[in-house]
T-cell receptor
Framework: NAGVTQTPKFQVLKTGQSMTLQCAQD?????MYWYRQDPGMGLRLIYY???????DKGEVPNGYNVSRLNKREFSLRLESAAPSQTSVYFC??????????????FGPGTRLTVT | GEDVEQSLFLSVREGDSSVINCTYT??????LYWYKQEPGAGLQLLTY?????DMKQDQRLTVLLNKKDKHLSLRIADTQTGDSAIYFC?????????????FGTGTRLQVFP
């Protein structure tokens, strides 16, 4: 039971290059999320998927696209990377508990640098 | 708007108690969470509290919630060097078929011997 996995762990891109960050969960969760973490700013939600087949924008969606490939996998794509997208990216998943909460479980992160 | 604030740093001696404070703005938040992040790692869920509770204890962790003042705190008893990390509080905002979390900026806890 690996929980939430992310690939790659590190990536360096040149401005204008594209790439896809991969995320998979093995907890059979319905909801998945992509966040970015910048120094002194906490985590900000980029996109989320409440269930397979649906995606919605979070607080900072500009410059990103997502795909909920199936229930397990949720990918984040940067079509034309910019230095402002240098950040640590976290994927998370959750499901409704018996108590009614949605406890989110996080992957280890992808550290992306855009030069 | 939705906003969560925390102090940036806390330094405590090993064996003492640590208290990390947080304020939030959305009074409709149903759950409030505490996460721990160690260097180079993802966020680990520590505990959470339902908004109709005012206290929750879980081993060395005690969460206090003052809903009137929208103030949340995390007390760590007998703080150890392994507790050194960044601690995030987060409020949940209900969405259609899921929740989203609004995170504070994190409090860096440093434990010295």
């Amino acid at each position: 039971n690996a929980g939430v996995t992310q690939t790659p762990k590190f990536q360096v891109l040149k401005t204008g290059q594209s790439m896809t960050l991969q995320c998979a969960q093995d907890m059979n969760h319905n909801s998945m999320y992509w966040y970015r973490q910048d120094p002194g700013m906490g985590l900000r939600l980029i996109y989320y998927s409440a269930s397979e087949g649906t995606t919605d924008k979070g607080e900072v969606p500009n410059g990103y696209n997502v795909s909920r490939l199936n229930k397990r996998e949720f990918s984040l794509r940067l079509e034309s990377a910019a230095p402002s997208q240098t950040s640590v990216y976290f994927c998370a998943s959750s499901d409704r508990t018996g108590a009614g909460s949605y406890e989110q479980y996080f992957g280890p992160g992808t550290r992306l640098t855009v030069t | 708007g939705e906003d969560v604030e925390q102090s940036l740093f806390l330094s405590v001696r090993e064996g003492d108690s640590s208290v990390i404070n947080c304020t939030y703005t959305d009074s409709s938040s149903t759950y409030l969470y505490w996460y721990k992040q160690e260097p180079g790692a993802g966020l680990q869920l520590l505990t959470y509290i339902f908004s109709n509770m005012d206290m929750k204890q879980d081993q060395r962790l005690t969460v206090l919630l003052n809903k009137k003042d929208k103030h949340l705190s995390l007390r760590i008893a007998d703080t150890q060097t392994g507790d050194s990390a960044i601690y995030f509080c987060a409020e949940s905002i209900g969405l259609r078929n899921t929740d989203k979390l609004i995170f504070g900026t994190g409090t860096r806890l440093q434990v010295f011997p």
